[in-house]
């Protein structure tokens, strides 16, 4: 790791900065861990303008220079300096960082100084545990009926704007169901369909080629027909999985959800 000059030199190609900047930085006792992510771990996702990201796992009392090139960008690299604690929770719900889960998903060790450790922390991120992806479908589930509800009443009432922007923001609730349905973590929507067609939700209502326009259509203008056929699929879904009681708190009003 460089101690005297914080940015990396550029190689060539992307594959030659990163062999160099990986090859400075396991010499460097305070990296502890090397994890790559983003489109480089998604097979047929790289593109000639893809670059490598890195995280870079430290030891929690980090020196300065380590520190300088967290958030590090240029053509070939993407640097995330983090310390070993904060990796640890980095992507738990509940914390200003949870968007962040998706990007150990599919994240590869390319170096774990701590005999495992590292990959061990990352196996823990790559999957939902059992309570939590209980309580995660129950509170995105609750949401998508409340903004999908929101969404036609004001349709109902001849609210149609109004209607299409509750729409277009039940989808993110919506997928956040589905995936969580399969302990999986929601992908960023980039890997949507990557994700649905190597690894389908075993509904065919869900493979790629089915829920992508549906959700396109509900995006586009918020079409109700589209929005209760949505609805009536994770509804089914969700309540084969056990959770009538969030569905059933919400009484007749979901009348208004369902085909008619």
């Not at 160099?20 to 994890?35: E, I, K, M, Q």
């Not at 998706?102 to 590869?108: D, F, I, P």
């Not at 509800?149 to 009432?157: I, P, T």
Request: charge should be negative.
């Amino acid at each position: 790791m460089v101690r005297d000059n914080h940015v990396p030199v550029p190689g060539a190609t992307p594959e030659e900065t990163l062999r160099a900047f990986t090859s400075r930085a396991t010499a460097d006792p305070a990296v502890v861990g090397l994890v790559l992510s983003g489109s480089r771990v998604h097979a047929g996702m790289p593109t000639a303008h893809s670059d490598y990201d890195l995280h870079v796992v430290v030891h929690d009392e980090s020196v300065p220079a380590l520190a300088a090139l967290d958030r590090f960008r240029s053509d070939h690299l993407d640097l995330v300096v983090i310390p070993l604690a904060e990796f640890r929770t980095r992507g738990v719900p509940g914390r200003p960082d949870s968007f962040a889960r998706y990007s150990y998903v599919h994240a590869e060790v390319l170096f774990d100084r701590l005999d495992g450790t590292v990959a061990h922390i990352l196996d823990d991120k790559r999957t939902l545990g059992a309570d939590e992806a209980r309580d995660a479908v129950a509170g995105w589930l609750d949401a998508y009926v409340n903004q999908t509800y929101r969404s036609l009443k004001s349709y109902r009432d001849d609210r149609p704007d109004m209607g299409h922007l509750d729409a277009a923001e039940s989808v993110p609730y919506a997928l956040e169901v589905l995936f969580a349905l399969h302990r999986r973590v929601r992908p960023y929507n980039k890997f949507l369909r990557w994700e649905l067609e190597r690894q389908p939700l075993g509904d065919p209502r869900w493979a790629a080629d089915r829920l992508l326009p549906v959700l396109r259509r509900v995006l586009a203008d918020g079409d109700p027909p589209t929005q209760r056929a949505l609805f009536n699929g994770i509804e089914e879904a969700a309540r084969r999985a056990g959770h009538d009681q969030v569905l059933d708190t919400w009484g007749t009003d979901l009348e208004l959800l369902r085909h008619r």
